[in-house]
């Protein structure tokens, strides 16, 4: 016996056969079972900055720590904070305000505890140079200049991280 995957088709021929009250009902309950579904239509029609708070703390928590011991300092769950937060909206500020406080949050780890390991400098480096090329793209670069610089003046030297910061910055803002 076959086990047949339900497609995006087959949901449409299926809410294609519901009432406009069905639905309703049938969308209330997802977004008062599953908080992502939540999320999504509180992003559309509300003010997402509640949102963005949430993901934001994820990532500053995992890499600062919530002052007792020593940070997590996983990138896979600052990543998908990040991910998860970028599914909700198109804004490009907002978008960019996030890849930021990733940024200040891994590059500050490292000032902080000075790992070892190459990963460490290379992915918030990457996280900058996207940062900031979408910041150029979309001629948000004066809203973003003063934070920009405060993460490469405040980087540590290690591996090369603050001049790859400030390359990055430099090619922007130069």
């Known amino acids: ?29 997802l977004y008062k079972t599953f908080s992502p579904v939540k999320e999504f239509y509180q992003a559309q029609h509300a003010d997402i900055s509640e949102i963005a708070k949430k993901y934001k ?18 990138f896979s769950v600052a990543r998908n904070a990040f991910n998860d937060f970028k599914k909700l909206t198109n804004e490009p500020a907002l978008i960019a ?31 900058f140079t996207q940062a900031l090329q979408l910041i150029q793209t979309h001629k948000l670069l004066e809203d973003f200049r003063d934070r920009a610089y405060s993460i490469v003046r405040n980087a540590t030297e290690g591996y090369g991280h603050r001049d790859s910061l400030r390359d990055s910055y430099d090619d922007v803002y130069a």
């Open 57 to 74: 703390d994820i990532i500053i928590k995992e890499f600062g720590g919530t002052g007792r011991g020593f940070p997590k300092a996983r």
């Open 97 to 127: 305000d996030m890849m930021l406080t990733y940024v200040e949050s891994t590059s500050g780890f490292c000032s902080e505890y000075g790992p070892d390991g190459e990963e460490y400098y290379t992915r918030p480096e990457n996280m």
């Open 1 to 29: 016996m076959t086990k047949q995957t339900f497609t995006l088709t087959d949901l449409k021929k299926h809410l294609a056969q519901k009432s406009k009250e069905q639905l309703i009902a049938d969308i209330a309950e």
